[in-house]
């Protein structure tokens, strides 16, 4: 059931503020055709 996916580092950022309008149409494409970011500033 699922994969296994081993790391090194572990890393949670508290505080961070998300935002797809920085990246031209990244905004309108998420969620479509396997479209994701992670884009954080």
Known sequence: MGN???Y????V???IQI???KVKG?????GK???CSNLLF
């Not at 990244?26 to 998420?30: D, H, N, R, T, V």
């Open 8 to 11: 090194d580092y572990l890393v």
């Open 33 to 35: 055709n396997g479209v």
């Open 26 to 30: 990244l905004k309108e494409s998420i």
């Open 13 to 15: 950022a508290a505080g």
């Open 19 to 21: 935002d797809w309008t």
């Open 4 to 6: 296994k996916l081993d």
